[in-house]
């Protein structure tokens, strides 16, 4: 996959902005915590740096896969999130496909029965539940933002079943703007290299936002999510074949190959 490049700091969306702890501003005593892990920033920028050489050689995401078929479209990177969420890839991104297939618009979306997304997306997890919230953004984008999914974060979260997690994996992708998306690879694998120390996804974003350096954002998620998948598995990581392994702090891991 191409990695976007890293916009200005004018593409900063100022929602996104004020919810990152300032330099100023004194930090809750969880976050000093997580912060002093003991892998500095400069370690993790060649953490990045090997495991962005090798990626190519691993197989591509599902979000990544859709990202360049589809030129980087808004909408199908944001219905591709919504459906990814508790569904392997390999289910993924032949359920998005088969829907995209039939509708790639909110407008041709709200053209579909819900029975009829439904067998299209079929076997991803909720697949009901997510049919249902599919219809429901469509018709959001319809009718406060005229049919186009908003570039801001804030305005992203206010759709139905849209959470950090998707609307910032929204932001990257679609409009390559700063953002940190948070899953359990990214939340497992900053903790396990010692990176960061936190106990949720959601403190390991601020974290990483408090931590590290912006030009990696972007790519971090795509990165990570490809590393965990081939390389650094939550039971039994592949530590033999790891590209940073001599980095890497191991934390918690007990078991390995």
């Not at 990544?64 to 589809?70: C, F, I």
């Not at 005229?146 to 849209?162: C, I, K, M």
């Amino acid at each position: 996959m191409t990695r976007p490049s890293a916009p200005a700091a004018r593409g900063v969306t100022s929602s996104s902005r004020s919810r990152v702890p300032q330099p100023s501003a004194r930090r809750p005593a969880w976050l000093a915590r997580a912060v002093r892990a003991p892998m500095d920033a400069a370690t993790m920028s060649r953490v990045i740096a090997r495991l962005r050489a090798v990626q190519p050689s691993w197989n591509t995401t599902a979000l990544a896969a859709v990202a360049d078929a589809t030129a980087r479209d808004p909408f199908r990177i944001l219905v591709s999130c919504l459906l990814s969420l508790r569904t392997r890839d390999e289910t993924t991104g032949p359920a998005a496909a088969r829907l995209f297939a039939l509708a790639d618009s909110p407008a041709a979306m709200l053209g579909l029965t819900r029975r009829r997304i439904e067998r299209a997306i079929f076997p991803v997890g909720f697949y009901r539940t997510k049919a249902r919230v599919v219809q429901r953004v469509s018709r959001g984008l319809l009718e406060r933002f005229d049919g186009r999914v908003p570039a801001d974060l804030d305005a992203l979260l206010t759709l139905p079943g849209v959470g950090r997690k998707t609307a910032n994996l929204v932001v990257t992708y679609a409009f390559a703007l700063p953002g940190i998306c948070v899953d359990t690879h990214v939340h497992r694998i900053t903790n396990r290299l010692g990176f960061v120390r936190t106990t949720t996804p959601e403190r390991t974003e601020w974290a990483l936002r408090a931590k590290l350096p912006r030009r990696h954002w972007i790519e971090l998620n795509d990165l990570l999510v490809a590393f965990g998948q081939n390389v650094c598995q939550p039971l039994s990581p592949r530590c033999s074949a790891c590209p940073v392994a001599r980095l890497c702090h191991r934390v918690g891991v007990t078991r390995s190959r």
